[in-house]
C-alpha cells in the first residue's frame, strides 16, 4: 500500500524543486501518496495562519514530510515557519551529511561530514524584548534535556551508520554556563559509546580547521546557532546549498527538507537546482525503508551531476531545473 507523506512545496523556488522532486520519486517506483499543504505567506494571506492547524496535524498523522523552502520576512511580520514547525513537532535533531559529489566543482574533493545540530533552543528560542529603547535583550536556553537527547541523537546515528568520532563544538571558554553545559551533556553521552571517539572544538577555530582541513573530521555536534552557521559552512565546501540535504527529526517524526533558503532571487526562472530536495527525499525513502527507490535516484544523480552540460548553473552547468530533472528521470527509466 503506497505511504502518505505530507507534502509542503514552500515558496520562491520551493514548487521548482518540489516538481522535480515529485517527478525523480516517481521514476523511481517510490509507491507514495502526498497530503498537499500551503505554508508561509500564501497560508497566512489565505488562513491568517502561516503555519496553518491542519498542516501541523497532517505531520503528526503520516509522521514523515517533505518540505520546500519557506521564505521568512526579515525583521518584522511572523516568525519562521521552518523554526516553528521544529519546535511544534519537537523536531529537535537537525541532520545534514555533507559528502563531495563526484564531478561536482568544490574547493575539496574528500569531505564526508555529517552535522548533527540541536534545533529548538539556543539563541533561536525566540525570546527577545526591547529593555529601553535602544537596548534589546535575546536570551540564549540550553537546557539539560535538550542537550542530552541530541548529543544521544548523534551517538546513535554513529553507531548505526559506522561513524567512528564525534566532535563536540562550542564556546565554554567564553559562555561558561550555557556552553559549558551542553559540552557536559555530550561528554556525558560520550562515556556511554566508548567505541566512538570523542572531542571538542571551540566554535571560531573550528570554523578556521574546517576551510583549511575538512577531512579530518568525521562528525559535528552543535547547539543551535552555531549548527546554522558552520552547517552552511559546510555546504560550501562541497559545491554550495543546491546540493546538500537535510532531514529533521524527532523521537517519533521527521520532516526531510532541503538546506537552502527560498532563493528569491532565481525563483520562477527554472534554474534553481532540486538535487538538495531530492537527496533530502532519499534520506526519506531509507527513513520509511523504500531503500532500493532510494538507491535508484543517488545512483542516477550521481551519474547527471558528474556530466557538466547536465548540471544547473550554481554547480558549473548551463542546465534548467527542468532539463536537470529530464535527464535524472531519462537515467532511472534506463536503469
Ligand atoms: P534563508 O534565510 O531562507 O536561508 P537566504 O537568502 O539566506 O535564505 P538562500 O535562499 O538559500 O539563502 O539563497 C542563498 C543563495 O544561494 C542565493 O543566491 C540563491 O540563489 C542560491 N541558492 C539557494 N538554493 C539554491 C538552489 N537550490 N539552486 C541554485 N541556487 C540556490
Not at 111 to 116: F, G, P, R
Not at 141 to 158: G, H, L
Not at 304 to 311: F, K
Request: hydrophobic share 45%.
Amino acid at each position: 500500500m503506497a505511504r502518505t507523506i505530507t507534502l509542503i512545496p514552500g515558496d520562491g523556488i520551493g514548487p521548482e524543486v518540489t516538481e522535480a522532486t515529485l517527478r525523480v520519486l516517481q521514476a523511481a517506483g517510490a509507491e507514495l501518496e502526498w497530503d498537499r499543504h500551503i505554508a508561509g505567506i500564501e497560508a497566512f494571506e489565505k488562513t491568517g495562519q502561516p503555519l496553518p492547524d491542519e498542516l501541523l496535524d497532517s505531520i503528526r498523522m503520516h509522521a514523515v514530510a517533505l518540505k520546500g523552502p519557506v521564505t521568512t520576512p526579515v525583521g518584522k511580520g511572523f516568525r519562521s515557519v521552518n523554526v516553528q514547525i521544529r519546535k511544534a513537532l519537537e523536531l529537535f535533531a537537525n541532520l545534514r551529511p555533507v559528502e563531495s559529489v563526484p564531478g561536482v566543482p568544490a574547493r575539496f574533493e574528500n569531505v564526508d561530514l555529517v552535522v548533527v545540530r540541536e534545533n529548538t533552543e539556543g539563541l533561536y528560542s525566540g525570546i527577545e524584548h526591547e529593555v529601553v529603547p535602544g537596548v534589546v535583550e535575546s536570551l540564549k536556553i540550553i537546557t539539560e534535556k535538550a542537550s542530552t537527547r541530541v548529543a544521544k541523537f548523534a551517538f546513535d546515528y554513529a553507531r548505526k551508520n559506522g561513524r567512528k568520532r564525534i566532535t563536540a563544538v562550542h564556546k565554554a571558554n567564553i559562555m561558561k554556563l550555557a556552553d559549558g553545559l551542553f559540552l557536559d551533556c555530550c561528554r556525558n553521552v560520550a562515556a556511554d559509546y566508548p567505541e566512538i571517539e570523542f572531542d571538542d572544538r571551540i566554535v571560531d577555530n573550528m570554523a578556521m580547521q574546517l576551510v583549511m582541513r575538512p577531512d579530518k573530521f568525521d562528525m559535528l555536534l552543535l547547539e543551535n546557532l552555531y549548527g546554522d552557521i558552520l552547517s552552511d559552512l559546510c555546504a560550501g565546501l562541497v559545491g554550495g546549498l543546491g546540493i546538500v540535504p537535510g532531514a529533521n527529526i524527532g523521537e517519533s517524526i521527521a520532516v526531510f527538507e532541503a538546506v537552502h533558503g527560498s532563493a528569491p532571487d532565481i525563483a520562477g526562472q527554472n534554474l534553481a537546482n532540486p538535487t538538495a530536495l531530492i537527496r533530502s527525499a532519499v534520506l526519506m525513502l531509507e527513513h520509511i525503508g523504500l531503500g532500493e527507490e532510494a538507491e535508484r535516484v543517488r545512483a542516477a544523480l550521481q551519474t547527471r551531476l558528474a556530466e557538466p552540460e547536465s548540471r544547473t548553473r550554481d554547480v558549473g552547468g548551463q542546465a534548467s531545473t527542468t532539463e536537470f530533472t529530464d535527464a535524472v528521470v531519462r537515467t532511472i527509466e534506463r536503469g
